[in-house]
């Protein structure tokens, strides 16, 4: 939650010393789609996955019952695995995951440019305005539609996670029971965080019809 507002706050203040909001935020932007440009990148993309982790994690943590020990293990396993998608290290020449909060000098992109090493380079033009969102994302459903989808993400974790947890204390039916009211509302949140995605593609990429072959509308029919 930390990480999450202090993101927004550099996003609705405009600091473009930051790499995220400079490549993703504009002057000229309304502030309802300053949401959307928080969820437009990976970083964003996987803070808001884990933010509904750690909702449903807590709901878990209360509601498991004699499973807890072992699901909340599993769970907590695939958060860090989200979470180091937004270490930003580098080993060598590979970077695992992308920092949020990386400054705009400091970003692989300009390394080594000569404004990089004058501190004042936030005077110079370019960067008293940032890139601003993509056209296609300037779109009300955009604001809604990513974060009901991804708690349909979040929430196939949770059957997953009961899936593992039967066979690790090898009881192969217990974990049904408190498995299936949770796949059920995975099934009814990402289906209509799906069906909100199909009618921002047909109604702002003009496909001519729902997702048509978008890949990242159609990928998110394989978890539902």
Known sequence: VGIMITLFYILFNHLYEYR?????LNNAMPIKYVFSCFWEGQEGSFLLWTFWHMVLGNLLIRWSGKWETSVMTIFSLVQIFLASMLVGVYFGDFQFGQNPFELLRESENFFGLP????EA???FAQFQDGRGLNPLLQN???TIHPP????????TLVPFCFVLAGLWKRDYTGWLQPAIPWTFFGVAILGTGILMGGAWAYEALGFGGFWAWDPVENSSLVPW
Do not use: D, P, R, V
């Not at 404004?115 to 004058?118: G, L, Q, R, S, Y």
């Open 121 to 123: 380079y936030l005077q």
């Open 148 to 155: 009901i989808t991804f708690l349909g993400f979040a929430s």
């Open 140 to 142: 009300y459903w955009m």
């Open 115 to 118: 404004w990089t090493f004058n």
């Open 20 to 24: 995220y909001a400079w490549e993703h």
